[in-house]
Structures are given as structure tokens and as C-alpha cells.
């Protein structure tokens, strides 16, 4: 099943059922892309959070209450709930179900396969942003390793507060930039998002 051909002459088209229907120079969507010029600020607090003594943090009591609370975070805890809800087995393509490190879909009539991982933790992007998008990236990436895939593409789903709030529009930007340097250093383009 071919879903797309690399050709030379610049140009992105789409076509549905042999039809072309759009055609757009690429330069229009990478280089000369439209960007939003908004004002960033630091947050002021940003500073104050990365000068946190660790060892003044004091360790729990009750080690197993501890345990209970950190498992409980959403953050943390199995997502089992939800995607168990759905049925991931529709149309027979299943290889490696939700719940793994990825999900591995077959392509039928071949020896291919199409894993697909959802990651990212929202504490690690509020405490550094740019750290927690370099993370989000890697951490995707070693799951699709997990089981036996290559990235070969990244699709961002950003949700921030308001940009129009500078110290929401500077996290958001140093989260791009993180992800841009761990796609950079692993050789995947994003191609495709929403923000």
C-alpha cells in the first residue's frame, strides 16, 4: 500500500481516489510558513523552580502510602481504562495492542507493520519546558523501539493556555524547541500537528 512518493519537484500534492485536488509548493509549508510573532516572558517562578534542594525534601514515613500516591497520579498511573473502553482489534490489524510500549497495527497484504506510541508528561514540560519537549521525544521514540519499530515521523498535539499570555507563549515555544532538537538528533520531521 503506497500512501505517499518523495518527488523532486517541490511540490506537496493531494489526491483522492486518482484525483489531484490540492497542490501547494512545499516551501510554503516548512520554510516560508506562517508564524505567529507573539511575545515571550520567562515566567518568574521558572528560576525559583529549578533551584529546588532535593535534599531538603524529606522522604515519606509510610514508603507503601507514598507508593499509592505517586501511582495514583495521572501522570503515572495505566491509562488501561480508557483504551479499554474501545475496540483496537476492529478490522483484524492488531498486532500489539494498547498498553504496551507502542501499538502495532498490520499492513494487510504485506510484511509491514504500523506501530504508533502517544507520550509526554505535562509535570516534566511545566518544570523545563524545553527539557520536558526534548523527553516527550525521546521517550516516544524509545517506545516504538520497544517494539522493534523506527520512527520515521512525528505528529505534535500541543495544549497550552492562551498564547496571547507571554509566560504561556515562552513554555510553549521552548517546548517547540526541545522537540525541534530531539528531531533533529534523531533524524524524525514532524509532519503533522495541532496546537
Known amino acids: 500500500m503506497v500512501i505517499g512518493r518523495v518527488t523532486d519537484d517541490q511540490q506537496f500534492r493531494a489526491l483522492w481516489r486518482g484525483k489531484e485536488v490540492a497542490q501547494i509548493p512545499i516551501r510554503a509549508l516548512t ?30 514515613s509510610d514508603l507503601s502510602a507514598a507508593l499509592k500516591q505517586l501511582l495514583a497520579s495521572p501522570n503515572i498511573a495505566s491509562k488501561e481504562w480508557i483504551f479499554r473502553q474501545y475496540d483496537h482489534f476492529v478490522r483484524t490489524n ?21 506501530a504508533l506510541t502517544i507520550d509526554g508528561n505535562s509535570r516534566y514540560c511545566y518544570l523545563d519546558p524545553y527539557v520536558g519537549g526534548v523527553l516527550a521525544v525521546v521517550e516516544a521514540a524509545r517506545n516504538l523501539a520497544c517494539v522493534g519499530a523506527r520512527p520515521i515521523g512525528l505528529t505534535d498535539c500541543l495544549n497550552f493556555g492562551s498564547p496571547e499570555n507571554p509566560e504561556v507563549m515562552w513554555q510553549f515555544s521552548q517546548v517547540i524547541e526541545g522537540m525541534l532538537s530531539a528531531c533533529l538528533a534523531l533524524g524524525v520531521p514532524v509532519v503533522s500537528g495541532n496546537v
Do not use: C, F
Not at 516560508?32 to 515519606?60: G, K
Open 31 to 60: 520554510k516560508e510558513a506562517p508564524a505567529y510573532q507573539r511575545r515571550t516572558a520567562r515566567p518568574a517562578n521558572h528560576d525559583q523552580m529549578q533551584q529546588l534542594d532535593l535534599s531538603a525534601v524529606q522522604e515519606p
Open 94 to 114: 492488531t498486532v500489539v495492542a494498547p498498553g504496551a510500549d507502542a501499538a502495532v497495527i498490520r499492513v494487510k497484504g504485506s510484511d509491514k507493520g504500523l
